[in-house]
Every structure is written in structure tokens, then in C-alpha cells.
């Protein structure tokens, strides 16, 4: 698990570290400087810990376990890192400045006592993968391991402590996910704390500890890695809202294809570009002129609107228990259907068979309309257009679906 996992926790952290230090051009605070050092230090804590980097530090230093006291005052420094993102975050300057002192106080301390007790528990032999429950067992060691876990647990306590209440007041909706990863990060990192301690009780208890070893890799792991996520999140979770709103506009530029492109082929003067079947750039503005193409072919179309199949088609969807937005989509595309098909042979007869006095249509959007919901409205009509065996009934002029489409329909 250690050959693998390790590498790949540190690799996550030193490109998390790549994305943060791209902030930091944009102005320095001791926000984006925190972030950065906290990703470092859990960077190097993984690197580290790799049983081939752990060896091969034992041979160079000459040090049998260097990589331990290593890892572990990283591991001390990041949790003192993360409270000092969050107060700054959660705390007025001042404040922040002042809370930040007694942790580093507390911090510098829990060092010192780190190395004193490392020094002091004498030699050892090298384990990279076991080394907790090969001298837990010892009474410096097991000292030594209580403060680390002490200070590395005092801190994710700080750390859950702070930002799960103050997400629920965080500004962007980025951020407020970031605080609480961190702090469901922070919680996992408390498990990891307490098999460690568990280790260490059981130990001097002489209970076979290795059993509780399987517990405390995948919940550092876990919390490591929603600790760097969370950090990262207020970076790039903006740049995903951006890639899926891409998506999601290419997607309806696409939908739309069906109901413009039989009305570019009556009109080819409505539209002011090439058509682009599956464009890449420069969406809202296609978007935007497809939807006032849409509107400007609706337009033309006005003396063929088919009012008939449009009744039609709202007396069949609403048997078939269509919702309103639904139903309004079904009768739309039934009266440009047959709108299409009446001008299609020059006849602009289809409004005037209709039992209704006839609807105009829209004209284009203003300023206020709402872009969004109004593309919303026109995907459903396109897609009525294209595939509603309901829109295919009302323009063949039938009253009803047969009962095999019936069941499609619904």
C-alpha cells in the first residue's frame, strides 16, 4: 500500500502546490503563502514516507529513520499550516495575526520536543513501512509519538473546529465547499490520530497493535487528500464552473441544431454566420445568435403557424399528463412543424384551418429577457420538433397516439 499510495498523495499535493503558486502572481497574502506551505509540507510528508525515498534518505544520512522525524514534524508543520489558513480566513487581520502567534508558539514547541526525544530514544533499525508498531512499544518512543499525535491532533480539531461553523457564512459558494472538505479532511485525519494513539495505549499494554495497522494509512490518505482538495478548491472550483457551463451551452447550441436547421434550409438569410455544427469557442455569442435566428425564422413563419396541430397536440399531451413546460414545448413545436411544412409548399394555409384566432410569434429577445431560461425554453422545443411522437401525431393531424407511442410519449 505504501509503494503506491504514498507516491501518488505526494504527486496530488506537489501539483496542487504547481496550481497555488500560479496565485501567487496574482499578489501575495498570507492566505495563498499559507496554502502553498501547507501543500509543500504534505508534499515533502509523502515523498518521504515512500519506502524507496525513506531508504534511500537512511543510507545518504546514515540516520536509520531520519524519514520518520521527517515526516512527522512536516506532518506537525501542515496541521499548524491549516490553522493558520483558516484563522486567517475566518478572522479579521488582527485577530488572525494574534491567534497565529500563540500556534506557532505551540508549534515551535512540539518540534523541539520531537527532536529532543528522537535523539534521545537512540539508535534503531530501518522500517519504512512498519515503524510505529515495530517501537510504540519503547517509552521515549511512545513519548515521542504522543506528541506528534497530540499537536497533529490538536490542530485538525482547530481545524474542523473553525471551518465547518464558518462555511455556512462563506461568500463564494467555492470557498464554502473548500472549508468543508477541509474540515471532513481534518475529521479523517482525527481517525488516522487515533489508531496512532491506540497504537501507542495498546503497546504499552502489550496488545498485539498491528492488527489496528490497516486502519491508519487509508484514513492519512483520505484525509490528506480532501485536506488538498479543500485548500485547492477555491482555485480551481471557479475554472470547473466555467468548463461545465462550456458544456453545457455546447450542448444546447447543439439541441437547438434540429429546429434551425430546417429553418436555415427554408432561410438561409437568417443566419449572420456559417453554421458551425459542433462550434468550440465563442459560445454565448453563438448561443445568442442562434437563439435570435430561432426567433427571426419564427417570425417569418408567422402567416404559416399551425394553430390546428398545436391544439392538437396540447389536447393529446395533456391526456398524457404533460407538465406545463412540457406541454407548452409540444405545442410549439407542433405549430412550427407544420409552420415548416405549409411554407415549405408555399401554402400559408395551416394558420387559417386552425380553430383559434392564431398566436404571433415572439418577437426578439429585449435586454431583460433571461437568456438562460429562454434557451431552456427553446431546447425543449427542438427537441419536441425533432423526436415528440406527440408533435408528429397533432401535425398528422391525428387526435391521439397509438397505444405502442403512448407509452414512449409518457
Not at 494574534?98 to 534521545?120: C, M, Y
Not at 417570425?299 to 396541430?309: C, F, G, K, Q, V
Request: aromatic residues 8%; hydrophobic residues 50%.
Amino acid at each position: 500500500m505504501h509503494q503506491v499510495l504514498y507516491p501518488a498523495l505526494a504527486a496530488v499535493a506537489w501539483i496542487g502546490l504547481a496550481v497555488k503558486i500560479r496565485d501567487l502572481r496574482r499578489g501575495r497574502n498570507p492566505s495563498r503563502i499559507a496554502v502553498c506551505g501547507a501543500l509543500a509540507l504534505l508534499g515533502s510528508t509523502f515523498t518521504v514516507s515512500t519506502p524507496a525515498v525513506w531508504s534511500w534518505l537512511d543510507r545518504v544520512t546514515g540516520v536509520p529513520n531520519l524519514a520518520a522525524l521527517w515526516a512527522h514534524l512536516c506532518v506537525v508543520a501542515f496541521s499548524g499550516t491549516v490553522q493558520l489558513l483558516v484563522l486567517w480566513w475566518v478572522n479579521p487581520p488582527e485577530v488572525a495575526r494574534r491567534r497565529a502567534r500563540a500556534r506557532l508558539t505551540l508549534l515551535a514547541v512540539a518540534a523541539v520536543a520531537l527532536v529532543v526525544l528522537f535523539l534521545a530514544a537512540g539508535p534503531t533499525e530501518p522500517h519504512t513501512t512498519d515503524f510505529v508498531t515495530t517501537y510504540a512499544e519503547r517509552p521515549i518512543f511512545a513519548a515521542y509519538l504522543l506528541v506528534y499525535l497530540s499537536a497533529f491532533a490538536l490542530g485538525m480539531v482547530d481545524v474542523v473546529r473553525l471551518c465547518w461553523p464558518y462555511a455556512h457564512v462563506a461568500g463564494r459558494s467555492w470557498l464554502r465547499r473548500g472549508l468543508r472538505t477541509t474540515a471532513v479532511g481534518a475529521a479523517s485525519g482525527l481517525v488516522y490520530a487515533g489508531v496512532r494513539v491506540a497504537d501507542v495505549i495498546g503497546a504499552q499494554a502489550g496488545a498485539d497493535i498491528r492488527r489496528w495497522e490497516p486502519l491508519a494509512p487509508p484514513a492519512a490518505s483520505l484525509g490528506a487528500l480532501l485536506v488538498v482538495l479543500g485548500l485547492t478548491m477555491p482555485a480551481w472550483g471557479p475554472r470547473l464552473s466555467q468548463f461545465r457551463g462550456w458544456v453545457r451551452r455546447r450542448r444546447q447550441y447543439r439541441q437547438l441544431q434540429p429546429l434551425w436547421s430546417d429553418l436555415h434550409r427554408l432561410m438561409p438569410q437568417i443566419a449572420l454566420d456559417p453554421p458551425v455544427a459542433a462550434p468550440l469557442s465563442n459560445l454565448d455569442r453563438r448561443l445568442y445568435r442562434r437563439v435570435i435566428e430561432l426567433y427571426d425564422g419564427s417570425l417569418a413563419l408567422r402567416p404559416y403557424l399551425d394553430e390546428a396541430a398545436a391544439s392538437r397536440a396540447g389536447r393529446i399531451g395533456t391526456r398524457l399528463g404533460l407538465r406545463s413546460d412540457d406541454l407548452a414545448a409540444v405545442m410549439e413545436a407542433a405549430r412550427l412543424r407544420g409552420a415548416v411544412r405549409a411554407y415549405a409548399h408555399g401554402s400559408p394555409r395551416a394558420a387559417e384551418e386552425g380553430d383559434g384566432a392564431g398566436e404571433p410569434a415572439p418577437g426578439r429577445p429585449d435586454e431583460g429577457t433571461d437568456l438562460a431560461q429562454e434557451v431552456a425554453r427553446l431546447v425543449r422545443v427542438s427537441r419536441a420538433y425533432a423526436g415528440s411522437p406527440v408533435v408528429a401525431a397533432a401535425v398528422a393531424g391525428r387526435d391521439a397516439l397509438p397505444a405502442e407511442e403512448t407509452e414512449v410519449a409518457m
